[in-house]
C-alpha cells in the first residue's frame, strides 16, 4: 500500500544556509501535518494544511515556511538554520481534519545542521 | 508545560508476559487518544485509538483504557512479543480545539526480553 513519502531522508547544511523538506501525502489524502522531534525529545507539531490552505500553526520557527500544493504535497521551506534545527522532520497524512481520521506519518527526514 | 507526560522513559517486559504503558494528560480538552509505536529512523505508526466517549478499546493483543476523571490513559499489550521493543507515543487531540495537530507524550522505550 501506498504510504507517505518525504524527501530527503538525510539532510546536512550549514548554519544560516535554507533547507526544504518534501511530504508526498497518501492518495486521496487531503490534509498534511508537519512535526518536529529532536534528539530525546517527543515530536512537536509545527504546522498543518488541509485542501491546500494552512490549517493550523503549531511551535512553528518564524524562520520557517510551508506550502501545500495543488497535487496535495506539501514543502516545509526552513532559512537561515540553527544549530538547534537539527531533528527529525516528520510528515503525516490523513483524509480529512482531525486526528480522529487517523494519521500516516512518514519515515522523516534527518536534518542536521554543521 | 508537557500537557501529555510519561513518566516511565523505559520499561522492560518478560515476552509473554503484559506490558503495561502509562499516560496522563492536563487538558480536560482532550476527547480522543491515540498510541503510537515508533522504530528507529522510522515514522511513528498508529497503533490504537480511543474517544472520551468510551473507556475500553480492544484490538488483537492491543487494549487501551481511559480513566477520564483521573485524566489516565494506559496501553496493555498481552501477550508481549519480541517485535513490539520500540518506542511508544502517547498522543491526544482537542476535535473542538483550533489547533488540530497532536500533542505527543516524550515516549516510553519498551524492551521485551526474552
Known amino acids: 500500500a501506498a504510504g507517505v513519502i518525504q524527501s530527503p531522508r538525510h539532510l546536512i547544511k550549514e548554519k544560516r544556509e535554507t533547507a526544504t523538506l518534501k511530504c508526498y501525502p497518501i492518495?486521496?489524502?487531503?490534509?498534511v501535518y508537519w512535526y518536529q522531534q529532536g534528539p530525546g525529545q517527543d515530536p512537536q507539531f509545527l504546522i498543518s494544511?488541509?485542501?491546500?490552505?494552512?490549517?493550523d500553526k503549531g511551535s512553528i520557527p518564524d524562520r520557517f515556511s510551508a506550502q501545500q500544493f495543488s497535487d496535495y504535497h506539501s514543502e516545509l521551506n526552513m532559512s537561515s538554520l540553527e544549530l538547534g534545527d537539527s531533528a527529525l522532520y516528520f510528515c503525516?497524512?490523513?483524509?480529512?481534519?482531525?486526528?480522529?481520521?487517523?494519521?500516516?506519518f512518514g519515515s522523516g527526514t534527518r536534518l542536521t545542521v554543521v | 508545560d508537557q500537557q501529555v507526560k510519561q513518566n516511565s522513559p523505559s520499561l522492560s517486559v518478560q515476552e509473554g508476559r503484559i506490558s503495561i504503558l502509562n499516560c496522563d494528560y492536563t487538558?480536560?480538552?482532550?476527547?480522543?487518544f491515540l498510541w503510537y509505536k515508533k522504530y528507529p529512523a522510522e515514522g511513528p505508526t498508529f497503533l490504537i485509538s480511543?474517544?472520551?466517549?468510551?473507556d475500553k478499546n480492544e484490538d488483537g493483543r492491543f487494549t487501551v483504557f481511559l480513566n477520564k476523571s483521573a485524566k489516565h490513559l494506559s496501553l496493555h499489550i498481552v501477550p508481549s512479543q519480541p517485535g513490539d521493543s520500540a518506542v511508544y507515543f502517547c498522543?491526544?487531540?482537542?476535535?473542538?480545539?483550533?489547533?488540530?495537530?497532536?500533542?505527543f507524550g516524550k515516549g516510553t522505550h519498551l524492551i521485551i526480553q526474552p
Open positions: 494544511f488541509y485542501e491546500k490552505m494552512q490549517s
Open positions: 487538558n480536560s480538552m482532550f476527547d480522543y
Open positions: 498522543a491526544a487531540f482537542d476535535s473542538g480545539g483550533g489547533a488540530d495537530g497532536l500533542t
Open positions: 480511543i474517544s472520551s466517549i468510551k
Open positions: 492518495p486521496r489524502h487531503d490534509t
Open positions: 503525516a497524512s490523513s483524509p480529512g481534519e482531525g486526528a480522529n481520521y487517523g494519521y500516516t
